[in-house]
């Protein structure tokens, strides 16, 4: 069992920069690769990035890259994303994952945060 707790929302301008964290508890934190999604109200919840167990596999969805940064720290179990040049359609509910894929299907995440809201203003 995996729990995740997400921190670093927030309300920010447009423009403005911010690095999600993702602590998990449990064992084996570098056996699962990561995942971060968001969901927006009246939309359903999207792949944003994820990073492999080690980190040396990374990806992310086309309305964040070159914005975004995942990373993650397995001595920490924490997971981050760092967001930057952000847009008011970025706002949305962030979630990180875990899953013993490798996809960015939401289906295939075992394991969920409650989430963090990051609101941009324009």
């Known amino acids: 069992q995996v729990q995740l707790v997400e921190s670093g929302g927030g309300l920010v301008q447009a423009g403005d920069s911010l690095r999600l964290s993702c602590a998990a508890s449990?064992?084996?934190?570098?056996?699962?690769?990561m995942g971060w999604f968001r969901q927006a109200p009246g939309k359903e919840r999207e792949f944003v990035a994820r990073?492999?167990?080690?980190?040396?596999?990374?990806s992310y969805a086309d309305s964040v890259k070159g914005r975004s940064t995942i990373s993650r720290d397995n001595a920490e179990n924490t997971v981050y994303l760092q967001m930057n040049t952000l847009k008011p359609e970025d706002t949305a509910v962030y979630y990180c994952?875990?899953?013993?894929?490798?996809?960015?299907?939401?289906?295939?995440?075992?394991?969920w945060g409650q989430g963090t809201q990051v609101t941009v203003s324009s």
């Open positions: 994952a875990a899953t013993i894929r490798w996809t960015m299907r939401t289906e295939e995440y075992v394991y």
């Open positions: 449990g064992r084996a934190f570098s056996a699962y690769a």
């Open positions: 990073i492999s167990g080690l980190g040396e596999t990374r």
